[in-house]
């Protein structure tokens, strides 16, 4: 038996009577039938809003098929699309948010609906962190869960939660996140469980509330290519992480303070991680990925304290932040938490100094987007000068002391 359902707002719309001829002239085309349908009884029964029921017909398989194909296009028609409301998952550190958190809620500001923010951590944190994320522009609503189990990031304790906040009648359109190494592990975690999509590393966004589609872009090929993906409205919720360099902090303002709510830990037993320790490195410059200033060095610095006495020196005199290329960290000049670029850190600063590097295109990627970039290298054919803004080639070695002492003075 095939049915034909005639949607109630068909009768809205008799006037425009699109649908309805569509339908007739269809149908009317099984006049080969056994039934004998004819146009006069088709139009009764769609101005009926009365459900069409064919059987023992000679051609069933093909208006079985047409018929669904159909009911699709109506479907689609009169489907209103669920405004888009997301969840931005709001990572901090020491009782303070991570800008490139911020960055993601103004993303989410972007898909033009209702935005709620997820603070997770230990009972020690999340007071302080909650209370200046109330305040935060573009914030409707806060949710925030405190547990001595959240105290570490760790995917395989926090997963659960937003399993549960996700699966059982979500509001939730979008889940969104800074493109950070703890977000990496989570919300692909999640959006596997829930069988659905993840889009990473985004760098614009536009959201189509007709049809309730999202389209993104992201670099790929080391930043040498753009990729546009588009998430359709099948996709009951869309993840995805965002590229904290390309999209301004949101800030606090004097709008009035989201709505809290508290949320119930999800307690994990069997948890195949354990959290040993955490070593932090103290130092008084700026952090490399938030930092308006960086002075980065490559492999040409020859040593750990060639790297240190020459570098050093120069982003205490500018007030920057230190960052290396991948050989420099290869290398062990320095630390791994200092690398720029595509399998280290992207970086967006006022001013990048790049010393000695000649400008791998997985350096680039992580760098090309800064305001002022300035080389200095000895190889005149080095690829960082087709990027640069300012570039010397000199013998860096003399160039930054002298530039030292004239900053000094």
Avoid: W
């Amino acid at each position: 038996m095939a049915v034909l359902v005639i949607p109630e707002q068909l009768e809205s719309r008799r006037g425009e009577m699109g649908p309805s001829v569509s339908l007739v002239q269809t149908l009317a085309q099984t006049r080969r039938c056994r039934h004998n349908i004819s146009e006069k009884s088709i139009e009764d029964l769609v101005h009926a809003r009365a459900p069409l029921r064919l059987s023992e017909c000679p051609q069933l398989n093909m208006l079985r098929a047409r018929i669904s194909q159909l009911n699709r296009v109506l479907a689609r028609s009169y489907a209103t699309a669920a405004p888009p409301h997301a969840l931005v998952f709001l990572e901090h550190r020491q009782g303070d948010l991570d800008s490139a958190s911020l960055s993601a809620l103004t993303a989410a500001s972007q898909l033009g609906g209702q935005v709620t923010g997820l603070v997770v951590g230990s009972p020690e944190e999340v007071p302080s962190v909650v209370e200046k994320a109330r305040r935060l522009n573009g914030l409707n609503t806060l949710l925030h869960c405190a547990s001595p189990q959240y105290s570490t990031s760790l995917p395989e304790t926090i997963s659960p939660l937003l399993e549960r906040l996700l699966s059982q009648n979500s509001p939730f359109t979008h889940v969104v996140s800074a493109h950070s190494s703890s977000a990496k592990s989570i919300l692909p975690r999640v959006a596997a469980k829930l069988d659905v999509p993840a889009v990473s590393d985004i760098t614009s966004l536009e959201h189509d509330a007709a049809s309730g589609s999202t389209t993104f872009t992201r670099p790929i090929y080391a930043g040498n290519a753009i990729s546009t993906v588009r998430a359709s409205s099948s996709i009951p919720i869309k993840f995805f992480t965002v590229r904290s360099t390309a999209f301004a902090a949101a800030g606090a303002g004097d709008a009035a303070e989201s709505e809290v709510k508290a949320l119930d830990s999800v307690e994990v037993s069997d948890v195949p991680t354990e959290h040993i320790s955490t070593s932090l490195t103290k130092s008084d410059r700026p952090d490399l990925g938030v930092a308006s200033r960086v002075v980065s060095g490559g492999r040409a610095l020859k040593n750990a304290e060639t790297f240190q006495s020459t570098l050093y020196p120069l982003a205490d005199a500018l007030g920057a932040a230190v960052g290396a290329s991948r050989a420099a960290v290869d290398a062990g000049y320095a630390d791994n938490s200092l690398q720029v670029g595509q399998t280290g850190k992207v970086v967006a600063p006022e001013l990048y100094m790049a010393l000695g590097i000649s400008g791998a295109i997985q350096h680039l990627a992580g760098m090309k987007d800064s305001k002022l970039i300035v080389a200095v290298n000895k190889d005149p054919d080095a690829p960082i000068f087709q990027v640069a803004d300012v570039g010397l080639v000199a013998d860096l070695f003399e160039v930054v002391p002298e530039l030292v002492e004239k900053l000094k003075q």
